[in-house]
């Protein structure tokens, strides 16, 4: 018998290169194998979404893409991300550069204790020494960009911590904007928010894929449905299925995906 090397599974499951290409992607904590072989590329100025039940690394793949996992100890990584083409775990990386280009928005907004302004600026002062009058157009454009800046363009100076939640939730989207990345990566950013702060969040997410490059997890699947163009199905570690979310929803290909979207577990 001959096996001619397109039948190998690695050609067919990743056919593209993307603005990020995982190939043969491992990470272990410790001894635990916590991603498995993962192949995949996530296409510029689009949402993709990593679906999947609890425990099944969705928060760990997303972590790779701008290396947060480097500070967990007792991590070791395999395979390649490539970012633009390059190897992002490549020992030329600089790691600093890396996180300004590959932002992270957390599950539960998180301000810094200090006010509206300082938390907006807050990268751009860590980055470097920008005029004044630099930092306050930084802060207007990136509060306009998550809708925030009418609502809170007389109170900079106030406290980011007496905002609501959704508020909050914008400020720190605004954050990371400031310092002008390309990718934004949001795990479960909507998991604290009420219905409709949620929409308006999705709806926001639309306006910023025209510029950026989104990637969330979520564990609410409407959500996937209603804001992703890509979607990716995790499942103990393996990345199971990735394709158009319209496919993934309506034609799913592994019987694993169509069990968990059709609510048989997760
Ligand atoms: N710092 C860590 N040290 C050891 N094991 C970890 C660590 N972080 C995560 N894990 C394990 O790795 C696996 C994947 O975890 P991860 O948080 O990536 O899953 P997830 O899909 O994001 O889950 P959830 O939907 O609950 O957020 C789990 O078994 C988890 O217990
Ligand atoms: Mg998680």
Request: glycine fraction near 6%; include cysteine.
């Amino acid at each position: 018998m001959t096996t001619s090397p397109a039948d190998s599974d690695n050609s067919l499951q990743c056919p593209l290169e993307g603005i990020i290409t995982l190939r043969g992607l491992n990470l272990y904590y410790g001894d635990f194998h916590a991603l498995k072989e993962v192949h995949a590329a996530f296409q510029q100025q689009t949402i993709t979404a990593l679906i999947g039940p609890s425990g099944c690394g969705k928060s760990t793949l997303l972590r790779t893409f701008n290396r947060m996992n480097d500070l967990i100890p007792g991590v070791r990584i395999t395979g390649e991300v490539l970012i633009d083409g390059k190897d992002i775990y490549a020992p030329e990386t600089d790691l600093t550069h890396l996180r300004k280009k590959v932002g992270l928005v957390f599950q539960r907004p998180n301000p810094f204790p200090l006010s509206i302004y300082d938390n907006v600026v807050y990268g751009p002062r860590l980055h470097g020494r920008p005029a004044r009058r630099e930092l306050e157009d930084l802060a207007e454009h990136s509060l306009a960009a998550v809708q925030l800046w009418d609502e809170v363009k007389d109170r900079l100076k106030t406290p980011a911590l007496a905002l609501t939640e959704e508020q909050q939730q914008r400020l720190c989207i605004a954050r990371v904007l400031a310092v002008e990345p390309e990718i934004l990566l949001m795990d479960e950013p909507c998991s604290a928010l009420d219905p409709l702060a949620t929409l308006r969040i999705e709806e926001l997410m639309r306006e910023l894929k025209k510029l950026y490059t989104i990637i969330i997890v979520t564990h609410n699947m409407q959500q996937a449905a209603r804001v992703s163009d890509d979607t990716g199905f995790m499942y103990l570690g393996e990345l199971i299925e990735f394709g158009e979310t319209g496919q993934i929803f309506t034609r799913p290909r592994d019987e694993k995906t169509e069990d968990y979207i059709t609510g048989k577990y997760g």
